[in-house]
């Protein structure tokens, strides 16, 4: 049985989440978070087999393509990102019940160092190592990493800003829309996650496929750290 101090928690933060702006400094992170989930899709799914590492969705029917034999898809790639995936969500919720009477601001720095640590090994790994447990070890890591962060922004519970996941999002933009009948609510914050996933993505790619993979790398974890460090709550 949830605690009832736990549960006031819980419902407050839901509050304060739904009434963050978009210039809110946790809003602002979150977005350029988004912007890091286009650079680790761009790693994972050119660089690593077609296998995600933030979007589980896309790796439950990547399994049923390999079960059928389809090529250039791989079930243990894919079932090792979801394990991955699923432990970090685990930690994400330790993560939050540990700090559950503490501030905001330290709770999510704290995720997104642990991010920026699980993202640095792989980057080292990306420039250091080959082969297939190279790569089986950067899906898990990221694939860590990632459900760590998906895990966090669940907690933190602000409308439109998953920063991995946009299909919602974008059923949004859609439903709420004037041509639906709808008041186009939240439309500036909807959109903006869209063109941070494409800003983060497409240079994510041409690092993948004209470079390195591990410069791709470097790059999403030197973001984390900066967004991390220098992220600020306002009193």
């Known amino acids: 049985m949830t605690?009832?101090?736990?549960?006031?928690?819980?419902?407050?933060?839901?509050?304060a989440a739904a009434?963050?702006?978009?210039?809110?400094?946790?809003?602002?992170?979150?977005?350029?978070?988004?912007a890091v989930s286009g650079l680790i899709d761009a790693v994972s799914y050119l660089g690593l087999?077609?296998?995600?590492?933030?979007?589980?969705?896309?790796?439950?029917?990547?399994?049923?393509?390999?079960?059928?034999?389809?090529?250039?898809?791989?079930?243990?790639g894919s079932l090792?990102?979801?394990?991955?995936?699923?432990?970090?969500?685990?930690l994400a919720g330790r993560l939050a019940l540990r700090h559950r009477d503490g501030r905001r601001e330290r709770w999510l720095r704290t995720a997104l160092l642990t991010e920026t640590a699980l993202q640095g090994a792989a980057t080292a790994i990306a420039f250091t190592a080959g082969g297939r447990a190279q790569q089986e070890a950067l899906i898990a890591?990221?694939?860590?990493?990632?459900?760590?962060?998906?895990?966090?922004?669940?907690?933190?519970?602000?409308?439109?800003?998953?920063?991995?996941?946009?299909t919602l999002t974008l059923t949004g933009i859609a439903a709420d829309s004037s041509?639906?009948?709808?008041?186009?609510?939240?439309?500036?914050?909807?959109?903006?996650?869209?063109?941070?996933?494409?800003?983060?993505?497409?240079?994510?790619?041409?690092?993948?496929?004209?470079?390195?993979?591990?410069?791709?790398?470097l790059a999403s974890t030197l973001l984390v750290a900066a967004i991390a460090l220098g992220y600020r709550e306002r009193d």
Request: charged share 10%.
């Open 80 to 90: 090792t990102s979801l394990a991955a995936f699923l432990l970090g969500s685990v």
């Open 19 to 34: 009434q963050i702006r978009d210039r809110h400094p946790l809003a602002l992170a979150l977005f350029a978070l988004t």
């Open 141 to 166: 890591l990221l694939a860590v990493a990632m459900g760590l962060r998906n895990g966090t922004v669940r907690k933190l519970g602000v409308p439109d800003l998953t920063t991995t996941v946009l």
């Open 179 to 217: 041509l639906a009948g709808g008041a186009n609510p939240r439309l500036g914050r909807r959109l903006y996650a869209v063109l941070a996933m494409l800003a983060g993505a497409a240079p994510g790619a041409a690092l993948v496929i004209h470079g390195h993979l591990g410069w791709a790398l």
């Open 3 to 15: 605690p009832p101090q736990l549960t006031t928690h819980q419902s407050q933060s839901t509050v």
């Open 49 to 76: 087999g077609h296998v995600f590492t933030a979007n589980m969705t896309g790796n439950v029917v990547v399994v049923a393509f390999a079960l059928v034999g389809t090529p250039g898809f791989s079930i243990a």
